[in-house]
Structure formats: C-alpha cells, structure tokens
C-alpha cells in the first residue's frame, strides 16, 4: 500500500498505475483515455471473473440508460463520458434478478460506489444484493448536469439541440462539446452553474469506496489512471496484464495530478456549503 498524506481525501490507495487496452479496436473507440476499464472488464467478462458488467450508455444528449454488458461488444456501446447521472440501483436490482447475475461488476461514479459499497459492506436489509457485487469500478467525476436546463442553455444561447450533442470532453479550463461537425468551448464558469446541487457540494472525486477508481489525467492523453484499493483490485488489473488485455505502467508519480484535482472539488464544496450554511 502506498502511504499518502493525502489517504484521507483519496481513500486507499494500494497501487497505481497507467493502463491501457493492448486491444486497438477498443482504444481506437476511446478517445482521452486508453480504454483500460473496458478492457479490463472484458477480460473479466472473458474469463468468467464475472457474469456481467452493470454500466450507463448515453442515449442521446447527456442522457443515459443503464445497462448490463456481457461482452467486449456491450462493453464498447458504453464508451465515452456520460455527464448525467443514471439511475442504477433499481434498474440494476430488476436486472441482476431478471438474467440471475451472480457475479457483477460495476463501472459508476463516486456517490454511486458509496452508495453500492456500502450495500455490499454493511448490508442493512435482507433484499439487498450486495453479495452479487465482485467489482466497483468508479470513474473520476467533477459533477454531472440538470440536464434538461443545461440543455435548455444550450439551445437558448448556442442554438445546439440535444441530439445534436456527439460528445462531450472536458479540457483544462473549458467543456468542449461536439456536435454536428463542430465544437463549441464552454468556459468552466459557465457550466458550473449548471451541475447538480448535489454535486456542488459532493468532495469525492475519485471515489474512494471503490475497489478501482478510473480517470483520465491531463499529463498522459492515451492512457487510464488506475488506482487499485484493495489486493483483490491489483490482482485483477496485474492478471489482466498478464493475459494480454492491458497494459500497464506505474503511476504513482501522477498521483499528485489527481490530488490537485481531489482538492480543487473539496474547495469548491466547501464553499458552496459555506453558502447554504
Ligand atoms: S460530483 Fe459527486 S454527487 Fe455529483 S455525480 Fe459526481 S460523485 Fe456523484
């Protein structure tokens, strides 16, 4: 395990690496990152670690549906930013029931892996299903939108309809949004005002109840930060090296990249509480 002053504002932190999928036809699909979550969710998925992987696949807009992936193919429909938030548990439970997964991954965003992790740790009512849950897998998040008033903006001001919107990625200071053939570059500040209210004042930016957090880091464009929590995430993540679905770099000389951004979140939920307080 890696000692970090930071623990506390990254959770554990047991291992970290750079990842990314040896297979190009996932990389190719992924545009910022490397592919390592689907990659590495395929080898699960490949060597019957897990019986399915519970995910979101953007419909249109920001909008997204959860769904369950059983292979490399569902995996890739999933690829790429979702920046809504998916209601998981209940569409999840149905599923899990419907097809009796017995063992599930889970690719989520932070509140989601608290919410799931705690389930899965402290069970609290018998219709829980956390001992279905192998793996959470939380991606790195700044905040998702009230996206129909996002979207309302948008059409107001800049005249982009909904399904127009192909993509969406966020740079350094600014959310670039592809739609039709162009880009439009919305500073920051301006997108800000239109997070969730939950997200204004969430501090968890990599996720800390997961067993693998996930995220891009601006220094390495191509790959995927990973960071492993526990013995059993690094075991997945060093035997899907092994197997020849990813591939690996160290990474704890970026931690302090991910950190700055764990604190810029921190700070702005501080204020914002310092607000409603
Ligand atoms: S910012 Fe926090 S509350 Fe908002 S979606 Fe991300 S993890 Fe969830």
Redesign the pocket.
Known sequence: MIGLPSENLLGTVFGVYLARAKDEEIRKRKVASGGAVTALLTYALEKGIVDGVVTAKRTKGFEGQAIVAHNKEELLETAGNKWS?VPFAARMKAKIEEEDLKRVALVC????AQFFAQMRDFPLLETDFGERIKYIVSLF????FAFEAFLNYLRMKYGIKAEQIKDIHLKKDFLEIVYNDTKLDLPIEEVYSY??A??LV?T?YT?TWSDISAGFVESEPGWTLLIARNPKAEELIKNAEKEGYLELREGSHLIGEVLKKARE?LARAQQNMMYLL
């Open positions: 938030i965003l932070p509140c989601q998040c700044m905040g998702t997070l969730q939950g997200c969430c968890d996720g979140k």
